[in-house]
């Protein structure tokens, strides 16, 4: 059974950063690559971030510069680095993992998902 769980949401207020955390269970996946979405009431979900195994990562321009995801494939974690939140990142953050043709693909690339954790950012 694969098993993704996001770790680290909460409330903060704008500025403040928090790191979110996801544990990749079941097997090892370091040709996988990992990624983030979120999604806010109302809207469809979102890239954030993505990594491949090697280090290569892509950013959404919404969060360039204040988020940074990174990997660690001996233990199947992937991480987002949340800095200098604003209250339009308020959403629902997943973590997925999957094979997508490219770094900044849609969720229809990914194969397996989280259930998400909230960040709500105050002004």
């Known amino acids: 059974q694969v098993l993704l769980v996001e770790s680290g949401g909460g409330l903060v207020r704008a500025g403040e950063s928090l790191r979110l955390s996801c544990k990749v269970s079941?097997?090892?996946?370091?040709?996988?690559?990992m990624g983030w979405f979120r999604q806010a009431p109302g809207r469809e979900r979102e890239i954030v971030a993505a990594?491949?195994?090697?280090?290569?990562?892509f950013h959404a321009d919404s969060v360039k510069g204040r988020f940074t995801i990174s990997r660690d494939n001996a233990n199947n974690m992937v991480y987002l680095q949340m800095n200098n939140l604003k209250p339009e990142d308020t959403a629902v953050y997943y973590c997925?993992?999957?094979?997508?043709?490219?770094?900044?693909?849609?969720?229809?690339?990914?194969?397996?998902w989280g259930q998400g954790t909230q960040v709500t950012v105050s002004s």
């Open positions: 997925a993992i999957g094979q997508p043709s490219s770094l900044s693909a849609t969720s229809r690339g990914y194969d397996y």
């Open positions: 990594i491949r195994s090697g280090g290569g990562t």
């Open positions: 079941g097997r090892t996946f370091l040709r996988f690559v």
